[in-house]
């Protein structure tokens, strides 16, 4: 982490690529003009934007409840801070907290829901061409009927008794 830190110049925000295990991971590294930095390392599925959001809000809180003034030190994980479990259990699932995330996975939703709707359609589309073809086929076949018993008179008569 203070490597990737180190990296950074003071103000910017940086996604390293690393690959671990045989799995692509990012350790996204927020650095603040006053030398404070964050890291926070996720798969390759975590959204990019989200996770420099996590960093930076956490930054921001850190500073907060220092009072700005937060202890030196060469050493890893040298200043305490409970709120960093909270932090990051919020930011477990991207679209609980960032309004985007949840944006993009309703979208996603509305997606599916409206490729069932037009499957339904196009079937329902393919039914009634179907009734069509048999309506066009029905009112063929009554025409053919209805010439052949014109061309011949006297047969609805003989058929049917009226006379």
């Not at 359609?121 to 009734?131: A, C, T, V």
Request: aromatic content about 8%.
């Amino acid at each position: 982490m203070r490597t990737c830190a180190g990296k950074i110049i003071p103000g910017e925000f940086a996604r390293i690529d690393h690959e671990l295990h045989g799995k692509k991971v990012y350790c996204y590294v927020v650095s603040k003009v006053n030398g404070i930095a964050g890291c926070l390392i996720t798969d390759d599925k975590y959204p990019e934007r989200v996770a420099f959001d996590v960093v930076d809000n956490f930054l921001d809180e850190y500073q907060d409840s220092c009072g700005g003034k937060w202890p030196q030190s060469n050493t890893d994980n040298c200043a305490v801070f409970p709120e960093l479990e909270l932090v990051m259990e919020q930011y477990q699932d991207p679209a609980s907290v960032d309004n985007i995330e949840r944006i993009k996975g309703d979208i996603a939703e509305s997606k599916q829901i409206m490729q069932k709707s037009l499957d339904t359609l196009l079937e329902r589309g393919q039914k009634i061409e179907d009734l069509l073809m048999h309506s066009t086929k029905l009112s063929m076949q009554t025409k053919m009927m209805y010439k052949s018993a014109t061309a011949q008179p006297g047969w609805f008569d003989d058929c049917c008794g009226l006379t």
